[in-house]
């Protein structure tokens, strides 16, 4: 009879001390709807201000388009000017180049004509007759040569003639050419000099950009801690909450499944992971805990972690970040990715583990390791560990691919 009394004393003293850890984990601080209401206003505060800066910033760029426009319209006039400015050019060097072979031709001629003029008066303008004369084979010889001295006269005042003329046209053709390269100068500078105002309008107006871009990028990381604030502080108190709920559970539930049976749940239809993300996340969560990292419930890292903590650390270290992933608790990872069979595991997959075998349940998550192990933030007792998949009941009938 007293054996049977110590057996109920001690029954009520386990149970009392149960139930006395059941209120500690209750009394986890948690945020207060005070704090998540003060986080909600910075948050619209912030998405107001990036807004405003993505407007101005959209209107800034769209000026710039316009003046980057007008810039480039110069620059095609810029080019043409100078094409044409090329081709006035080689077209004076051409007509300078007719023009100084007229005047070769009538310095020629005029050479020419100057000797025979000279001969004739040193002559006393009989030379050419009295060598015509001297030199003739008969009444019908001499007559030939002063006939062909007369067209030879006669030949080469025609020639200066037509060369004076050649001359005055080459002469006329250019100046014409000078005048319309001179013209053609003044109208690329004048194009040069829109070009420019126009590229330093542009460039003006790129520097506003950039400054506003600055300014807008600010903004949206400000705004984006806000939003992750926000809902950190709302899963923290919701997971809190849960907890509270649920603490005892597992305690409490007699004969709790090792695995549940499936009832119908679903996830994410695809994944955001790589092959190389998962392997990248597993080999971050061992790291942890051969570094023999510590259990704080909240935290997610770089030196301490709880379950979810350590999930969402391993896939932010492996390339995934805010919007595709963030920090949720665990019930919320599970409806937040792809169904996988525990059959079909492999390393990288979450593991997920329910008081009930509901969502509403889910306590824990780790990391599967493979060959049946995992890599989990267990508890502030155990710390950060490398165990069976099997070492904690109530695993849920699916995993969870990122």
């Not at 109920?8 to 704090?35: D, E, F, R």
């Not at 959209?58 to 080019?79: E, F, G, H, M, P």
Request: aromatic share 6%; net charge positive.
């Amino acid at each position: 009879m007293k054996s049977k009394r110590l057996i109920l004393v001690i029954l009520n003293l386990s149970l009392t001390l149960s139930l006395t850890q059941i209120g500690a984990m209750a009394a986890t601080p948690k945020p207060t709807q005070a704090q998540i209401d003060a986080a909600k206003k910075i948050e619209a505060e912030k998405k107001a201000a990036a807004d405003a800066a993505a407007k101005k910033l959209n209107s800034a760029k769209k000026t710039l388009r316009q003046l980057t426009d007008i810039a480039n319209a110069k620059r095609r006039l810029y080019i043409a000017a100078q094409n044409e400015l090329k081709e006035k050019t080689k077209k004076a060097e051409i007509a300078l180049q007719h023009l100084q072979a007229a005047q070769a031709s009538v310095t020629s001629s005029k050479r020419t004509i100057g000797k025979l003029a000279a001969s004739a008066y040193v002559m006393g303008g009989g030379f050419t007759d009295l060598d015509s004369l001297l030199h003739s084979d008969g009444p019908q010889d001499l007559a030939d040569r002063l006939s062909t001295l007369d067209a030879i006269g006669e030949n080469n005042s025609n020639a200066l003639d037509r060369f004076k003329s050649a001359e005055v046209v080459a002469s006329a053709a250019q100046k014409a050419a000078d005048l319309a390269k001179q013209a053609q100068v003044a109208a690329t500078v004048k194009v040069a000099a829109a070009k420019k105002e126009a590229d330093e309008a542009a460039a003006l107006q790129q520097e506003e950009v950039d400054k506003l871009q600055k300014v807008q990028d600010k903004l949206a990381k400000e705004l984006a801690v806000a939003q992750k604030t926000r809902l950190t502080l709302e899963q923290q108190r919701q997971l809190a909450l849960l907890e509270e709920a649920n603490a005892g559970r597992a305690i409490l539930t007699p004969n709790q499944a090792k695995i549940w049976p499936d009832i119908g749940f679903t996830g994410r239809s695809s994944t955001r992971s790589t092959e190389q993300m998962r392997a990248e996340a597993v080999e971050y969560a061992k790291k942890q805990v051969l570094a023999k990292k510590r259990y704080v419930w909240g935290d997610e890292g770089p030196n301490t972690f709880d379950c979810s903590g350590l999930v969402y650390a391993a896939y932010r270290a492996a390339g995934l970040g805010w919007p595709n992933w963030d920090r949720l608790n665990s019930s919320l990872y599970w409806v937040a990715t792809k169904r996988i069979p525990l059959s079909e595991m492999v390393p990288g997959d979450l593991i997920f583990y329910s008081y009930k075998g509901t969502v509403s349940t889910i306590h824990h998550i780790s990391i599967y390791a493979g060959d049946g192990m995992m890599w989990e933030a267990h508890s502030k007792d155990k710390d950060l560990l490398y165990s069976s998949i099997y070492s904690i009941k109530g695993l849920m009938p699916y995993a969870g691919r990122v």
